[in-house]
């Protein structure tokens, strides 16, 4: 299995190298206030577009990712307390009537 892995990543490689290898004309790429930077491989505007993305992406990820580890750190303390009060459980003093909780109403 694991001779297959790098047999795909090997693969992977040489298609994106082949890819890279390609596309190497030189373009124009117009940024923002009318600013040009001439004679740019294009290889190079794909590859800051693909770490720009994966970037963005990742901090979209980390956002969803710390709200399930808190979520999951409240509900381990949640767990904890009530594994606690069933280990000790307290011992009642004098019985609860029901009247003293809510009182009854008159039939």
Known sequence: MRYLVW????????????????????VDVGLFADHVLSQVPL?????A????????????????????????????RELARVQDALDHPQAASAPVIPETVAPLAPL
Request: proline share 2%; no cysteine; aromatic share 8%.
């Open 49 to 76: 577009a693909f770490v720009l993305g994966v970037a963005f992406g990742l901090l979209m990820a980390a956002t969803s990712m710390l709200r399930r580890r808190r979520e999951i750190n409240r509900l381990r």
């Open 43 to 47: 290889i190079v505007v794909m590859l």
């Open 7 to 26: 047999i795909l990543r090997l693969v992977i490689f040489v298609i994106v190298l082949l890819f890279a290898l390609k596309n190497t004309a030189p």
